[in-house]
Antibody, heavy 124, light 107 residues
Framework: QVQLQESGPGLVRPSETLSLTCSVS??????????WGWIRQPPGKRLEWIGS???????DYNPSLKGRVTMSADTSKTQFSLNLRSLTAADTALYYC????????????????WGRGMLVTVSS | EIVLTQSPGTLSLSPGERATLSCRAS???????LAWFQQKRGQPPRLLIY???TRATGIPDRFSGSRSGTDFTLTITRLEPEDFAIYFC?????????FGQGTNVEI
């Protein structure tokens, strides 16, 4: 059974870069059946998909983040990462990593399972 | 992007009652690629329904999903005490993938 665990700093200063890692156990990042994604939830707001890194290393990002996002996967460590630049208070959120299913037509699908989430606060 | 609007914001019910949760999409959801999740405080979201209708593994049959055009519904036929939680919908047919704002089912 695959499990995911987020790690990284809980407090980051404005204008800096957030770097989070998701460690995957019980699964392979290179399986064509799955991509790997990041999702966040600011306090009191709805969930927001940040982006996904595909099993072949390509990526898909939410345009709302305006080019501030980079995601990558380290298959040797079964980890994937998120870098979010130019942070503001609006980036304060609970950050989740999740596995994204892929169907037989290579279409990205839903996210399941999810990690437990990690609270990141942007403050000076 | 596709905006998902859930209603009501809060649903106050008792165990044994029926819960009907709505998720309205601002445009067509490709191939009915809509999922429902349950979330409890301090826990990650739990997948209940995907592809509009299909229950995830281990989900009891009191949970069901349906659709009429761009209106999606999650029905819980007989609420159990463990069902009181927040429920949200998500469309995964079109990137960027989007979520509803959630419905809180409370006692």
């Amino acid at each position: 059974q695959v499990q995911l665990q987020e790690s990284g700093p809980g407090l980051v200063r404005p204008s800096e870069t957030l770097s989070l890692t998701c460690s995957v156990s019980g699964g392979s990042l290179t399986s064509s059946s799955y991509n790997w994604g990041w999702i966040r939830q600011p306090p009191g707001k709805r969930l927001e998909w940040i982006g996904s890194v595909y099993h072949n290393g390509s990526t898909d990002y939410n345009p709302s983040l305006k080019g501030r996002v980079t995601m990558s996967a380290d298959t040797s460590k079964t980890q994937f990462s998120l870098n979010l630049r130019s942070l503001t208070a609006a980036d304060t959120a609970l950050y989740y990593c999740a596995r994204q299913w892929v169907n037989s037509y290579s279409e990205p699908l839903l996210f399941d399972p999810w990690g437990r989430g990690m609270l990141v606060t942007v403050s000076s | 992007e596709i905006v998902l609007t859930q209603s009501p914001g809060t649903l106050s019910l008792s165990p044994g009652e029926r819960a009907t949760l709505s998720c309205r999409a601002s445009q067509s959801v490709r191939s009915g690629f809509l999922a429902w999740f349950q979330q409890k405080r301090g826990q990650p979201p739990r997948l209940l329904i995907y592809g509009t209708f299909t229950r995830a593994t281990g989900i009891p049959d009191r949970f069901s999903g349906s659709r009429s055009g761009t209106d999606f519904t999650l029905t819980i036929t007989r609420l159990e005490p463990e069902d009181f939680a927040i429920y949200f919908c998500q469309q995964y047919g079109t990137s960027p993938y989007t979520f509803g704002q959630g419905t809180n089912v409370e006692i």
